[in-house]
């Protein structure tokens, strides 16, 4: 049976997005952690990460918290994501041996003096959770579906503790978790009889203990000792928070066999519960796209097919003024703009930034950075940023050079300076926050030195001989000439004013990513993974054709209205989509978070004006680059007389 083209195509198509979706769904791990094999009776050492909460976005030391500290508190090697995420992974007094269930333990007992009880309450008022990782795999606690269903999902870390009253009293008093149920599920493997370990949850409660002498050594209680089956029961009282009180602090374990294979077991972290959402997404980009590229189309077809070709067999005079709109203006098309300098160093900064994003979207799709991989993406964007510099400098120089510039230099410096300064100020404010609240996501003095380190070490060299590579090039000629006298543009309608055509050519590009932005800011800002490399790298490719469209097509009327000031208009133009991310951050802010401290909101606004200057210069750079691309195409298939 003969295939015939589109049918060959549909199943290339189709192949291509299942891989995307296998690589997405089905736990597609490559490097990150190797398994590890544990035989009955091995120790199993339980690690400590950082409190967070969605609430205050603030992390804090585990130990900040007056909770039962080993004899030596021990920092675990962390890479750079780690340190910037405010990740602190400590050891803890919750050993375990493999496959041994263990009844009730005793971690230490603790007397709260002022300080602590201060702390504890606070953390509770803020909904801290508390963070632990056995064999790489983070503490979780089970959740209900909401719809009812089987499935289970996760909650990432547990309550430090809670607020209640007792009966009969309507004073609201403080209860903290001091009782920790540990639950490990392992994958027996039948031939060597060893086992993995594919699950860590926990389930926390608050128990008044109760013993009648304390042995330090061998500490016995009444209500937790090898004997004690039902730990809960109707008449448990709760640990209350109070200055002066004692807290005594247990654990059990039991362990749990699981059908759960080694390589799947961060599935119920990640379980995707709404990825029609992201199909729809898609499909609602791709509307969006074909209708522009249905525009570009007909541009094309118009100015290439019939104007370039049969511009002297026009009928009508009529006619052929409406043609030609865009050919009147050949003489001044590529006069430099004003701040040419500037529009290069953006233009480099763009192109560093898409480098980055592309590099580390493809490493994500190989599953290279999943989230077992802690800390991985954002170590991986900050290297991939340094090492992009080569070709900040290059395009840069490459534009520079075209406009006539002789101060290169200069120009160089911008480059390298310009934007990772930016950014670097209002990180600065935000980590002087950050320390003035105690908080762990505090960069420390040594990693803020490294990050310089890889800035002024690696970065700002690579840009420097990337501009010596782009200036060794001969500079990129113009098609047609360009007059001596600029002409005059003449009066626009309002509808071809610069602000309002800038502001409506954002609406597209952001209208074909905001679906999945909304994924991407809960992943940041209430404490989930995101981990669906496959829909956002199509989402990746979307924005980038959407913003390449609309560019040309606002680019192509503006020709055609006699104004030939299009450089800075083509960045611009795709850069305003930005400005949409943006208003969209501060309705997320009121409508999905809670967060209630100024450090908060400013660390989130902070933040966010991070990712949305970024998305400007990505946005802008590709806008300018398919309008460039576009205004060559269009001249240099006309003959000037």
């Known amino acids: 049976m003969k295939k015939t083209k589109g049918s060959s195509f549909r199943f290339y198509a189709a192949l291509f997005l299942s891989f995307l979706s296998f690589s997405l769904s089905r736990a597609f791990y490559l490097p990150g952690v190797a398994p590890r094999d544990f035989q009955k009776g091995d120790p199993l050492y339980v690690k400590v990460n950082k409190l967070s909460s969605t609430k205050t976005?603030?992390?804090?030391?585990?130990?900040?918290?007056?909770?039962?500290?080993?004899?030596?508190?021990?920092?675990?090697?962390?890479?750079?994501?780690?340190?910037?995420?405010?990740?602190?992974?400590?050891?803890?007094?919750?050993?375990?041996?493999?496959?041994?269930?263990?009844?009730?333990?005793?971690?230490?007992?603790?007397k709260l003096d002022a300080e602590s009880t201060k702390n504890f309450k606070e953390k509770i008022d803020d909904e801290y959770r508390a963070n632990m990782i056995l064999d790489n795999l983070p503490v979780a606690v089970l959740r209900q579906r909401r719809d009812g269903s089987q499935s289970t999902t996760y909650e990432h870390g547990f309550r430090v503790g809670f607020k209640g009253s007792y009966e009969g009293s309507k004073e609201e008093k403080y209860f903290i978790h001091n009782h920790l149920s540990f639950r490990v599920m392992y994958h027996r493997d039948e031939e060597s009889d060893s086992a993995r370990i594919v699950g860590f949850e926990v389930t926390p409660n608050s128990i008044l203990h109760e013993y009648k002498e304390w042995n330090e050594n061998n500490p016995q209680l009444t209500t937790c000792n090898k004997d004690t089956k039902n730990l809960i029961q109707s008449n448990t009282v709760p640990q209350e928070v109070e200055e002066g009180k004692e807290i005594v602090f247990t654990y059990d374990v039991s362990f749990k066999e699981s059908e759960i294979k080694w390589a799947s077991r961060w599935d119920t972290y990640l379980l995707m519960n709404d990825d029609q959402i992201h199909w729809f997404s898609i499909i609602n980009s791709l509307m969006i796209v074909l209708?522009?590229?249905?525009?570009?189309?007909?541009?094309?077809?118009?100015?290439?097919?019939?104007?370039?070709?049969?511009?002297?067999?026009?009928?009508?005079?009529?006619?052929?003024?409406?043609?030609?709109?865009?050919?009147?203006?050949?003489?001044?098309?590529?006069?430099?703009?004003?701040?040419?300098?500037?529009?290069?160093?953006?233009?480099?900064?763009?192109?560093?930034?898409?480098?980055?994003?592309?590099?580390?979207?493809?490493f994500a799709l190989l599953g290279f950075l999943s989230p077992s991989n802690r800390g991985?993406?954002?170590?991986?964007?900050?290297?991939?940023?340094?090492?992009?510099?080569?070709?900040?400098?290059?395009?840069?120089?490459?534009?520079?050079?075209?406009?006539?510039?002789?101060?290169?230099?200069?120009?160089?410096?911008?480059?390298?300076?310009?934007?990772?300064?930016?950014?670097?100020?209002?990180?600065?404010?935000?980590?002087?926050?950050?320390?003035?609240?105690?908080?762990?996501?505090?960069?420390?003095?040594?990693?803020?030195?490294?990050?310089?380190c890889l800035w002024f070490g690696i970065s700002v060299p690579l840009v420097f001989v990337g501009s010596y590579l782009g200036y060794k090039k001969p500079a990129i000629e113009a098609p047609v000439k360009t007059n001596k006298i600029p002409r005059q543009v003449p009066e626009q309608p309002w509808y071809m004013k610069p602000v309002f055509s800038i502001l409506i050519g954002g609406i597209l590009p952001f209208g074909a990513v905001f679906i999945e932005l909304f994924f991407i800011l809960t992943s940041i800002w209430l404490n989930q993974f995101y981990y669906i490399f496959g829909f956002l790298f199509i989402v990746f490719l979307i924005l980038i054709v959407t913003c390449a469209e609309i560019t040309v097509v606002l680019c192509y009327f503006q020709l055609c209205s006699e104004d030939y000031n299009w450089w800075w208009r083509a960045y611009l133009t795709a850069g305003s989509s930005a400005?949409?991310?943006?208003?969209?951050?501060?309705?997320?802010?009121?409508?999905?978070?809670?967060?209630?401290?100024?450090?908060?909101?400013?660390?989130?606004?902070?933040?966010?004006?991070?990712?949305?200057?970024?998305?400007?210069?990505?946005?802008?750079?590709?806008?300018?680059?398919?309008?460039?691309?576009?205004?060559?195409k269009i001249y240099s298939s006309v003959k000037i007389d």
């Not at 570009?296 to 052929?320: C, F, G, H, P």
């Not at 050919?327 to 980055?356: A, E, W």
Request: hydrophobic share 45%; charged share 15%; proline share 3%.
């Open 57 to 110: 976005q603030l992390p804090y030391d585990y130990y900040y918290l007056n909770y039962c500290k080993p004899p030596k508190i021990v920092n675990n090697a962390e890479n750079l994501g780690e340190v910037l995420r405010g990740d602190r992974i400590e050891n803890s007094v919750y050993t375990f041996q493999m496959l041994e269930d263990q009844p009730c333990k005793v971690g230490c007992r603790a």
């Open 291 to 362: 209708f522009l590229s249905g525009m570009v189309a007909m541009i094309m077809m118009r100015t290439l097919y019939k104007d370039i070709s049969n511009y002297n067999q026009l009928e009508t005079q009529d006619e052929a003024q409406e043609e030609t709109g865009w050919k009147l203006v050949h003489g001044d098309v590529f006069r430099p703009p004003v701040n040419s300098g500037l529009l290069c160093v953006y233009v480099g900064t763009g192109v560093q930034i898409f480098g980055m994003s592309l590099v580390t979207m493809m």
């Open 376 to 452: 991985g993406l954002m170590t991986a964007m900050v290297l991939l940023w340094v090492f992009m510099g080569i070709f900040a400098g290059y395009s840069s120089s490459r534009l520079h050079k075209m406009f006539k510039g002789n101060k290169w230099k200069r120009m160089t410096l911008k480059t390298a300076f310009m934007f990772p300064g930016i950014l670097s100020a209002i990180f600065f404010v935000l980590n002087a926050l950050i320390w003035g609240e105690q908080s762990s996501g505090a960069i420390p003095f040594g990693t803020m030195f490294a990050l310089f």
């Open 579 to 632: 400005f949409y991310l943006f208003l969209y951050s501060i309705f997320y802010f009121f409508t999905k978070l809670e967060i209630t401290k100024l450090v908060s909101g400013m660390l989130y606004f902070g933040y966010m004006i991070i990712i949305s200057y970024a998305f400007f210069v990505l946005t802008g750079t590709i806008g300018f680059y398919a309008c460039f691309w576009f205004v060559r």
